[in-house]
């Protein structure tokens, strides 16, 4: 089991466009007041995390990205300013991943995986993830395996904190059954629970991965804190060493590190979905 986090600061909201002209950049309330807080959290319960971050983020808050990184968590690689990644012509995919890439490792950054914004990869990501060195790919999907020399650790939609929040994802939520409106804190908790305690059931086999992001403590307060600590909770509970809370969790890239050391005969075909948040 992973818990995941994905994006930070401000780089999405200058992706679409919805950054205030008048508002200095660099002081967004991810970095400032939402991580030191995560990360009192995942210390206290003894769980360490994978953080996709943009690229972007390497150069407007590297001093947090390496905070992250002292802390005994991953910091990998979630576009450069969050495209849709599926959508990207091949010229703005080659340069945007070496961009984000690039970054990274200008403040010594060893980026190990690649989460595709909208959860959707190109016929070319694989190949380009493969010539940049990494070794792990996280879309959207149902089943881990690996592809072309990578492992691939799919999420699922109804694991992500954001698909249960946001207005956007209405069509998601009624291909999953869910229904248009969005859920409460507690729904998302009861769905996240549940999955845990089912992958508990079936000894943990296979791969399962959680995502939430920073920005979802600007609309779901206390009661989005206190879900989220109570589904860490959970998956140390879960682990059956409450003494070892770090055994709960894997970060992505041991996960990944461990399926590729896998003899063949061990590994197979990942099960991806086509669907992303903006064509469900």
Do not use: C
């Not at 089991?1 to 679409?16: C, I, K, R, W, Y």
């Not at 002292?70 to 969050?82: I, T």
């Not at 849709?84 to 690039?102: K, M, Q, S």
């Not at 059956?240 to 890239?253: F, N, V, Y």
């Amino acid at each position: 089991m992973s818990v995941t986090f994905d994006n930070l600061g401000e780089a999405a909201q200058l992706e679409l466009g919805m950054w205030p002209g008048d508002v200095p950049q660099g002081q967004h309330f991810t970095v400032v007041e939402v991580l030191p807080r995560l990360l009192d959290l995942l210390a206290a319960r003894h769980v360490q995390a994978t953080f996709f971050v943009e690229g972007l983020n390497a150069e407007m808050y590297p001093d947090a990205l390496h905070t992250i990184l002292a802390a005994g968590h991953e910091v990998a690689v979630h576009a450069w300013r969050h495209e849709e990644w599926a959508a990207l012509d091949a010229a703005a995919e080659a340069e945007l991943l070496a961009r984000a890439t690039g970054a990274m490792r200008a403040i010594g950054i060893e980026p190990r995986g690649f989460r595709p914004p909208g959860g959707g990869l190109t016929e070319r990501t694989l190949a380009l993830l493969a010539e940049h060195g990494y070794d792990y790919v996280s879309p959207a999907g149902e089943r881990e395996g690996l592809l072309d020399g990578l492992a691939v650790l799919p999420f699922r939609w109804p694991l992500v904190d954001a698909y249960a929040y946001l207005p956007q994802f209405a069509g998601l939520r009624e291909r999953y059954g869910d229904g248009p409106d969005p859920n409460t804190p507690k729904e998302m908790r009861d769905e996240m629970i549940a999955a845990l305690r089912n992958h508990a059931e079936t000894d943990g086999e296979g791969h399962l991965a959680l995502i939430f992001h920073l920005f979802t403590a600007a609309f779901t307060g206390d009661p989005g804190w206190e879900v989220l600590d109570e589904v860490l909770g959970e998956t140390v509970r879960l682990s059956g060493d409450h003494a070892a809370g770090a055994k709960a969790t894997i970060r992505m890239d041991a996960a990944a590190a461990r399926m590729l050391a896998l003899p063949t005969e061990h590994t197979h075909t990942p099960q991806l979905d086509e669907a992303t948040w903006m064509a469900p």
